[in-house]
């Protein structure tokens, strides 16, 4: 199981940005698909997933803001970040449970300036 996730950057509070995420090793459209992240001196909180049947969950902290999408022709995550705040600075995660284990993307940088 492979997990790759990209497209953090450097954006000012109240911008857009999305993130990807590339897997592959496992069949991906009957897998529940997640987000987390974790930042600074921070524990890894949940953000959100999606199902095999695209129904999604979010986190408290960024229902509204953040929608996560999946294209399982692409075998691809996506988290589409709107409203950026500098709480929201962090390393991202791409995650998926494959036969009882927990696979984790290599992370990618979000930072958001105020």
């Known amino acids: 199981v492979q997990l790759q996730a990209s497209g953090g950057g450097l954006v000012q509070s109240g911008e857009s940005l999305r993130l990807s995420c590339a897997a592959a090793?496992?069949?991906?459209?009957?897998?529940?698909v997640g987000w987390y992240r974790q930042a600074p001196g921070k524990q890894r909180e949940f953000v959100g997933n999606i199902t095999s049947g695209r129904q999604t969950n979010y986190a408290d902290s960024v229902k509204g803001r953040f929608t996560i999408g999946r294209d399982n022709v692409k075998n691809m995550l996506y988290l589409q970040m709107h409203s950026l705040k500098p709480e929201d600075t962090a390393v991202y995660f791409c995650?998926?449970?494959?036969?009882?284990?927990?696979?984790w993307g290599q992370g990618t940088l979000v930072t958001v300036s105020s």
């Open positions: 995650k998926t449970v494959y036969r009882d284990r927990n696979f």
């Open positions: 090793g496992f069949n991906f459209r009957l897998n529940t």
